[in-house]
């Protein structure tokens, strides 16, 4: 294994880890919900449900973010490496996964993991799986 | 108010992620990239999270009601199952070909990339696609 030193931010890293864990502690005491991206979408999509207000406002924050960002530094640099039809597939799998898997990398990989829920916990470890898999596949096996 | 902290909260959230590395798809994948020139950060960005969330996620799960009044509705299953299972395998394997989760994927929506654009179109129709085959296995 190479490690990337010099792509390596261990302290930005840790620290917008804390950011994200301390919105979901905020979120669970006092709103008392998961902050899991895929499962708020999701139920927004449906026709009914209850407290659509309240998910979207923690949607439209997040989508603000980047522009509350950018009033005070500028943006961090946002890399795609995958064709368009990439993106299609890429954007379905995780649409459908997320939904019949009840969760993502927010909801199961940090929320979940800190309930220590074992549906969670498994889940994490199947998506981090097949992520690593498929950029091994993609990248050594068809040198994509 | 509950929507006030829902707004702060997602907010956080982003500028989280943005901080983190994670709105990055290149890192990610730099990240999922265990045979190649592997970049760990991603690993501490989980590691900062749950130390933080760990605590107050548990003490919110012994609670009835949240702070702001309402129902506590964090989830309570836990039974393994098949579509637990395979959902996070296709998830994952969408995560591998992109670098995008569902929360960045939202958070650099208006960053004037089209890609992100392209991507969240296509999460949403599989979100969709969810919905109406589940519809029809529900009727």
Redesign the interface.
Known sequence: ????WA????W????????????????????????G??GL??SL??RQGE?R???A?????????????GLFAA????????S?L?????????????????G???G????????L???SV???L???????????V???LLGA | MVRLSSFACGLLFGLGLLLAGMADPAKVLAFLDLAGNWDPSLALVMVGAIAVAAVPLNLAQRRARALLGGAMQLPTRRDLDARLIGGSLLFGAGWGIAGICPGPAVAILLTGHWQALLFVAAMLAGMLLFAALEGRRGR
């Open positions: 294994m190479n490690i990337d792509g390596f931010t261990p930005s890293a840790l620290a917008g880890g804390a950011l994200i864990g301390l919105s979901a502690a905020i979120f669970a005491l006092a709103n008392g919900r998961v902050a991206i895929s979408l999701g999509l449906q407290g207000g309240e998910k406002a923690f949607l439209v924050g997040l989508l603000l973010a980047p522009l509350l960002w943006l961090p640099s946002i890399h795609f490496e995958t368009s990439g993106l299609i597939v890429a954007g379905l799998l995780v649409g459908i996964g997320t939904r019949y898997g009840s993502c990398t927010s199961h990989g940090v929320c979940g993991i800190s309930r829920s074992p549906r498994l889940a994490t199947c998506f981090m799986a097949t992520g690593f898999v498929t950029v091994f993609l990248r050594h």
